[in-house]
């Protein structure tokens, strides 16, 4: 059974920061593009960043770009999210997702195979 769970979510002072990890299972991680998509109140589910399988390659929303890294360990299965100088427009459901695609296509959500549950980020102005 697939699982991607997410962990490391909460509530945060604006320029802060926060670690999200997502713990996968039941597939082949080291096969797959990684992903961070997020989703706020009354808003349409948007592409954070992605990372390929070797985690040599990564790619990120422009909207992200300095702020945030995302990394992996495939002796984990994880993938994280490091989340840097938060702003409250931050504040949304982050999702982790997998993909068979390259990075910047996994932008695309018709390319995700397997999607995470979701962790709550609250950035407080």
């Known amino acids: 059974q697939v699982q991607l769970v997410e962990s490391g979510g909460g509530l945060v002072q604006a320029g802060g920061s926060l670690r999200l990890s997502c713990a996968a299972s039941?597939?082949?991680?080291?096969?797959?593009?990684m992903g961070w998509f997020r989703q706020a109140p009354g808003k349409e589910r948007e592409f954070v960043a992605a990372?390929?399988?070797?985690?040599?390659?990564?790619y990120y929303a422009d909207s992200v770009k300095g702020r945030f890294t995302i990394s992996r360990d495939n002796a984990k299965n994880t993938v994280y999210l490091q989340m840097n100088s938060l702003k409250p427009e931050d504040t949304a459901v982050y999702y982790c997702?997998?993909?068979?695609?390259?990075?910047?296509?996994?932008?695309?959500?018709?390319?995700?195979?397997?999607w995470g549950q979701g962790t709550q980020v609250t950035v407080s102005s």
């Open positions: 039941g597939f082949t991680f080291s096969g797959y593009v």
């Open positions: 997702a997998a993909a068979l695609s390259t990075t910047q296509a996994m932008s695309n959500m018709a390319q995700i195979r397997y």
């Open positions: 990372i390929s399988q070797s985690g040599r390659i990564t």
